[in-house]
């Protein structure tokens, strides 16, 4: 390790461009000292100009970026590449869809230097382009959308089960191991439930803070919502208490309509139960719906994206159990590589 190096940076990309120079500018904009970090950019080979606009600033700060090739394209397998290269005392997680305020870094060591915690991370003000985009955000920070997910909903400074991204002490790495390689999603939660398990702390602090840029059209967010439904399945399977069950509330609704709707063919009762289950939760949409909105049309916008965003995200999550009878989720005695 570098005795210079405090603050190592890994940063998954993959086609990027829309975002990494708003993302990388936030990082030149840091008040932590540039001649004690490195930043690790990961390409997931990209196909757009993303490696190009990364190359033009390494030119520029060649003592301070690095970037390195992901041939597995994956975020696990971008991590594991980022902290095996890096030297400093502290690994900061990053995401290129995002932005950090100007004290981010700063704020991430000091509570790292003056707490007892293996993580800290801090709240995602979530943000996107365009009419649609902004009301996908605003119901990304509604408990009625995303449940208790605390980063995202201003959480207070406490313990939590994970935090987004994460800011880590180095030896978590070697003592609990890197993240887990079988995983496309869902690699953060199950790390943090490994650092838990093994008697390590998470903090969220509200003084930590980023801009997080979501995806900005109906179809965007509702494959964002089927792949992660599914994900939190598989991560059940793969890693058993690495989610919480906020996770499987969309499963349970879209299931419920399901074996409701079918049942009512045999017991008329099970249609009455669907029917009060529909319209409760219509009148939960609406009342959110009317509490988020700045305008009508934001109002029916946000009317039909709670819905289409829950179903989307528990068809996704019955989809998992389909996968699951896949030899490639059983169980094979994986074990997170140390680094």
């Excluded at 909903?153 to 978590?172: H, I």
């Excluded at 992660?228 to 399945?233: D, Y």
């Excluded at 079918?262 to 139960?273: I, R, T």
């Excluded at 009317?303 to 989720?329: D, M, N, Q, T």
């Amino acid at each position: 390790m570098s005795d210079s190096i405090i603050v190592s940076v890994v940063m998954p990309v993959y086609n990027e461009s829309r975002y990494i120079d708003r993302c990388v500018q936030s990082l030149l904009r840091q008040d932590y000292p540039v001649s004690q970090m490195e930043w690790i950019f990961v390409d997931g080979c990209s196909t757009d100009d993303t490696a190009d606009r990364l190359r033009k600033y390494r030119d520029e700060y060649p003592d301070l970026i690095i970037i390195r090739s992901n041939p597995h394209r994956t975020v696990p397998y971008a991590m594991n590449i980022g902290i095996a290269a890096s030297k400093g005392k502290y690994v900061v997680r990053l995401d290129a869809h995002a932005d950090y305020r100007e004290d981010y870094i700063s704020r991430c060591v000091y509570h790292l230097d003056h707490g007892d915690a293996e993580n800290v991370g801090g709240i995602a003000e979530t943000k996107a382009n365009g009419f649609v985009g902004s009301c996908i955000a605003k119901m990304l920070s509604s408990k009625f959308g995303v449940g208790n997910s605390q980063f995202r909903t201003s959480g207070k400074n406490g313990y939590v089960d994970t935090v987004p991204f994460g800011a880590f002490r180095r030896e978590v790495f070697s003592v609990c191991g890197g993240y887990d390689e079988r995983l496309d999603r869902n690699q953060d939660n199950e790390l943090n439930y490994r650092i838990r398990k093994n008697g390590g702390k998470i903090y969220l602090s509200d003084d930590i803070r980023f801009s997080y840029y979501c995806r900005d059209t109906v179809r965007g967010i509702s494959q964002m919502a089927r792949k992660n439904g599914m994900w939190n399945v598989i991560t059940m399977k793969l890693c058993p208490g690495a989610m919480g069950l906020r996770h499987y509330v969309p499963m349970a609704f879209v299931l419920s309509i399901i074996v409701l709707g079918v049942g009512g063919l045999f017991v008329k009762a099970a249609w009455w139960l669907l029917l009060a289950e529909c319209v409760l939760y219509l009148g939960l949409d609406a009342l959110f719906s009317a509490g988020l909105a700045s305008s009508l049309k934001e109002f029916f916008m946000l009317l039909a994206l709670f819905p289409i965003f829950h179903c989307s995200y528990g068809l996704g999550s019955v989809r998992g159990i389909a996968r699951l009878a896949s030899k490639e989720y059983r169980d094979n005695g994986y074990t997170a590589p140390r680094i």
